[in-house]
């Protein structure tokens, strides 16, 4: 339902229930519960300002784009570029979760084992 059809269900967002119900159906099911209730929340932060054009234009893609980049960064530990996360921290700024896991990156590993 991605490009013209969800330019047009965006359109209809009122807010609430109704926006979670069009949210859900970008769950993958391989997010936890914990994972998905973050992700929606910065996908619902931000959808007003992604909306499709009417024409297209793919903005929705956009915004379920940077909403996987933050998570997969945030629950899996992906590295992006520079730019692109701090991007993503920023759109999710204020976005609270508990009990993330942690992780040590290439770098941290190597300063270790040199030390």
């Not at 009122?14 to 993958?28: I, Y």
């Not at 940077?66 to 992906?78: P, R, T």
Request: proline share 3%; net charge negative; aromatic share 8%.
């Amino acid at each position: 339902m991605v490009g013209g059809e969800a330019a047009a269900a965006v359109a209809e967002l009122v807010s609430g229930r109704q926006a979670a119900d069009f949210a859900e159906q970008f769950r993958s099911y391989s997010e936890s519960e914990k994972q998905w209730k973050a992700r929606m929340e910065f996908i619902l932060r931000h959808l007003p300002d992604y909306r499709d054009p009417p024409d297209g234009g793919g903005r929705l893609d956009q915004l379920l784009s940077l909403s996987m980049v933050w998570a997969n960064h945030l629950f899996l530990g992906c590295s992006y570029n520079k730019d692109l996360l701090d991007k993503v921290m920023e759109m999710a700024d204020g976005i609270e979760v508990e009990d993330l896991p942690q992780f040590t990156t290439r770098s941290e590993l190597m300063k270790k084992h040199q030390s």
